[in-house]
């Protein structure tokens, strides 16, 4: 069985590493700059007002971007008066050995692999720890920009896990989290062999191909994830934080889409599906972060105010 899975590894990589050798040159430019961030974010200058004292730190999920996945909700939050900070997080890495070669690669997915392998840069693939890392120095870095104390967390998919992981050691850090479509018990990835036939014919499934596209985030998410085990074993929350898990029931990533609100919410915090009160949304993951009412929903969670009707 080990032996047919690396032989199917091998052959995603080499086909996807062809398919990549042969494209445009346009298509092979890399990422943003990670200094780079969505319009509406990054304003150094920025201080907080009395009406909204924490800054907002929006994180993005496996194989994105800030500017990618927060256009819309960026902007929209520096209209309501926070000062917003975004920043690409969890870059798959190639380290170079003697005379420049490759030395060794640091998650299992063949396609960030050959991202990098090609000149491209992909962000969200790296470890959940090691990108928790990375935000917990962004972190640091707005609130001695800002004064503040505290922050507002807001991360979709993997961007949640990842505050997940930051708040574990760091719980009192943020004062409110607010999560779109992140898999707090994990994730069977159903939908991915849909989305992803090539790999699918090679006989992946769901959670192996998350593997290939997200690399080891993708990995670290599935059900049964040891990472997951111990974020899940703290409770799901951080103490002394108020927060919103928000879900779409339309999700194809994260199935059941039920394992991206939380399990027991209790307090203060909330559990809201896009489609609550609405008519039927057919709302997909990556559609969380562009349709109005979620957010929406994103505005009413961080001012702590009822949720926005449709």
Not at 79 to 104: I, K, W
Not at 203 to 230: C, F, H, K, M, N
Not at 257 to 271: E, I, K, Y
Request: hydrophobic letters at 45%.
């Amino acid at each position: 069985m080990a032996t047919r899975r690396m032989s199917i590894v091998l052959t995603v990589a080499c086909a996807v590493i062809a398919a990549l050798a042969v494209m445009p040159r346009a298509l092979a430019e890399p990422a943003p700059d990670p200094a780079d961030g969505p319009a509406g974010a990054n304003d150094w200058s920025c201080h907080p007002s009395a009406a909204a004292p924490d800054p907002v730190v929006l994180v993005h999920g496996a194989g994105t971007d800030a500017p990618q996945s927060f256009a819309e909700l960026a902007p929209l939050l520096q209209q309501a008066g926070y000062c917003v900070f975004a920043a690409n997080f969890g870059r798959a890495r190639l380290l170079s050995g003697p005379a420049g070669l490759p030395s060794r690669v640091n998650w299992p997915g063949t396609g960030p692999m050959a991202a990098e392998l090609t000149g491209r840069v992909v962000y969200g693939v790296a470890d959940i720890a090691s990108t928790a890392a990375e935000l917990d120095e962004f972190v640091g870095r707005v609130r001695d920009a800002t004064g503040a104390k505290r922050v507002a967390l807001v991360g979709h998919s993997t961007g949640g896990t990842v505050i997940r992981q930051f708040l574990h050691t760091h719980p009192g850090a943020a004062s409110t989290v607010v999560t779109l479509a992140t898999p707090y018990r994990g994730s069977t990835f159903a939908g991915l062999p849909a989305h992803y036939p090539d790999l699918a014919a090679l006989g992946l499934d769901g959670p192996q191909i998350a593997a290939q596209v997200y690399g080891t985030a993708g990995a670290e998410q599935a059900v049964g994830s040891p990472v997951l085990a111990r974020l899940d074993a703290g409770g799901e929350t951080a103490p002394g934080v108020r927060w919103t898990a928000i879900a779409s029931r339309a999700d194809e990533v994260i199935t059941p889409p039920r394992s991206a609100l939380l399990a027991a919410p209790t307090g203060a915090d909330r559990n809201i599906w896009v489609q609550d009160g609405c008519s039927p949304r057919p709302v997909t993951h990556a559609g969380l972060l562009t349709d109005p009412h979620a957010l929406e929903l994103v505005l009413s969670a961080l001012s702590d105010s009822p949720p926005a009707p449709c």
